[in-house]
């Protein structure tokens, strides 16, 4: 038996516009959870794409990461089965292009909300995780590092696949 520990990489969009953030609300095994816009890293993309694509994905925006916001950790056991699960985050910022016109939210998403600060604050016992609100904090204590904090090997691509990330955070 194999008992090696293996994380769950996940990546997240801390978006703000006008003061409020860009959520999304989701069906989870939990019940309904406020979550930034966020899902697992897929095999051969860099964080940032990843989250890009969930951006795109929960929210139908388009999204483009600027700025790393920090790697975060969690752990977390289910109330339904006990499954334990540690959850490593790489959140980011940046900017939030327009919504794509045929798109429809991913399955199990309920909804997209603008939100205050005050009013996530205040809805912390309904986040996904406690993660929802930490990135937030350090999104407005201005937290931001540069994009080649997240180095990818180009291995990460499968054999003959041509567009390999860079060193200098472009597509990191």
Known sequence: ????????????????????FLMIEEETSEGLRINNPAGHLD?????AEGCARETLEETTWSFTPTALLGVYISRFQRSTTGEDITYLRFAFTGELGAPVP????DHGIV????MSV???RASADRHRSPLV???LEDYLAGVRHPMSAVYCDPSIRGPGERDEPSGDGEGQ
């Open 133 to 135: 609100l930490r990135c």
């Open 102 to 105: 045929g798109r429809t939210l």
């Open 1 to 20: 038996m194999d008992n090696r520990w293996r994380p769950s990489v996940t990546v997240a969009a801390v978006i703000e516009r006008d003061g409020r």
């Open 43 to 47: 095999p051969g993309e860099t964080p």
């Open 118 to 120: 005050d009013e996530l």
């Open 111 to 114: 909804r997209t909300m603008w």
